[in-house]
């Protein structure tokens, strides 16, 4: 856009100023010749004061109308946004960290801002309280699909999905693993007498993964799809918690093997069936 001049006596472009000076001149050299040396002298006088002050509005420094200022004003505004929107998530991902480890208790305000690097004070900024905190960890690290778990099984279906996703999180890795695996297991205790907000948070946290589930397990022995994927949800999300529980003992080998088995009854029919 062009810049344009704004004097206070309204929006003229210097063009238009310019083009007024020569008329002015014009009109100037040809009233000389037509008029008596009185009327001449009157004209010759209002002429240069017009052009005088013409002039000075061309020398007056421009306000320039063009849209950088309001795009400096926006900038600044996006990047405050973003600085904003930097430091949530540094919070939020503070609190998950601790959450997956050991349980929503033990991310406490003051854990979470000191392990985010961040005063406490500053917390306030982006969750009005310790539950508002939880509700998004529960809502954002629950709901995380397809996640590790469900992760490049699209060229799978049926019973070869339910099968490599069961044996991936019931494994002996999974289980050793509680500061990067699953987060179920640390949490649902918790959950379970936590506030109804963060409650209703995992409830339609775990609805979605189980209806991912049920669009592949196949139904089994009178067992709908459905029925098929809330137990194998209880049967993985359980079996992990006591073998975890149980770490460093046969048992909890027991309980992955066992859980793995009854998640997949159709593979132990299939090497007991007789040849």
């Known amino acids: 856009m062009a810049d344009v001049l704004e004097p206070d006596f309204g929006t003229i472009s210097s063009v238009s100023l310019r083009n007024t000076i020569h008329h002015l001149e014009a009109a100037l050299v040809t009233m000389s010749r037509h008029s008596s040396f009185a009327a001449t002298c009157t004209i010759c006088a209002r002429t240069q004061v017009a052009i005088i002050v013409t002039n000075r509005v061309l020398e007056m420094p421009a306000k320039r109308t063009n849209a950088s200022p309001k795009k400096k004003i926006k900038r600044a505004d996006t990047y405050q946004a973003a600085k904003t929107r930097e430091t949530h998530e540094r919070i939020l991902q503070s609190g998950r960290s601790i959450a997956r480890r050991e349980g929503l208790r033990a991310a406490s305000i003051p854990r979470v801002m000191k392990n985010a690097g961040l005063t406490v004070g500053g ?16 809502r954002t690290m629950l709901s995380d699909l397809p996640g590790r778990w469900l992760s490049s099984l699209e060229s799978k279906t049926g019973l ?10 019931l494994n002996a890795a999974h289980r050793d693993d509680p500061d990067e695996g699953c987060a179920y297991p640390a949490m649902l205790s918790e959950i379970a007498r936590a506030t109804e907000d963060v409650r209703q948070a995992f409830v339609e946290s775990m609805s979605e993964r189980v209806n991912v589930f049920e669009q592949h397990v196949p139904p089994f022995s009178g067992a709908t799809s459905r029925q098929r994927a809330l137990a194998t949800m209880a ?10 529980a149980s770490r460093g003992s046969d048992l909890s080998d027991e309980f992955l093997k066992a859980c793995s088995k009854w998640c997949l009854p159709e593979l132990s029919s299939e090497r007991h069936s007789p040849a």
């Open 123 to 138: 917390f306030y900024a982006h969750f009005p309280s310790k539950e508002a905190i939880e509700v998004e960890i529960v």
């Open 235 to 244: 049967l993985t999300i359980g079996g992990l918690l006591l073998a975890r």
């Open 160 to 169: 070869q999905w339910t099968s490599a996703t069961v044996r991936r999180y």
